[in-house]
């Protein structure tokens, strides 16, 4: 990416998080018409800067966002389900909404991570397959 790309990091990272707070619901269909399109656009701007960008390079290297990449997978898996339940069963106002949304998905993805993912991915060595050579057929 061009050097000018490094301005486009912060100005796309501010309106992905506006976009958040006060776009419209996940189950709104104006969410998969307007907030992913338009998402997935800043997102591109963002990443492009950030090989320009030392500051915000330093930002994303912050351990509280580096844990957020290790339980990413839970998230990724949990955060729908979450999201849907909660704005169902929980009336709040929007930003407290979103708030309560993001915290209790990475509640429930650490909590995922540290006594499902991670303990399967430590013993996932010591399991054999099962091979023909060492089957035996009765």
């Not at 996940?26 to 701007?45: E, H, I, S």
């Not at 704005?87 to 429930?108: N, T």
Request: charged share 15%.
């Amino acid at each position: 990416p061009p050097r000018w790309a490094r301005h486009l990091t912060l100005p796309c990272f501010a309106a992905i998080v506006l976009l958040m707070v006060v776009g419209p619901s996940a189950t709104d269909v104006n969410y998969l018409r307007v907030c992913v399109p338009v998402t997935a656009v800043l997102t591109t701007g963002m990443l492009a800067g950030l090989e320009h960008d030392p500051v915000f390079g330093k930002l994303l290297g912050w351990s509280p966002l580096r844990r957020i990449g290790v339980i990413s997978y839970g998230l990724y898996l949990y955060h729908q389900l979450i999201f849907n339940l909660l704005d169902y069963h929980v009336h709040a106002r929007r930003p407290v909404e979103v708030v309560l949304d993001v915290v209790v998905a990475i509640a429930v993805a650490e909590i995922s991570y540290r006594f499902y993912e991670s303990p399967i991915r430590s013993r996932g060595r010591r399991f054999r397959r099962a091979s023909p050579s060492n089957v035996v057929a009765h």
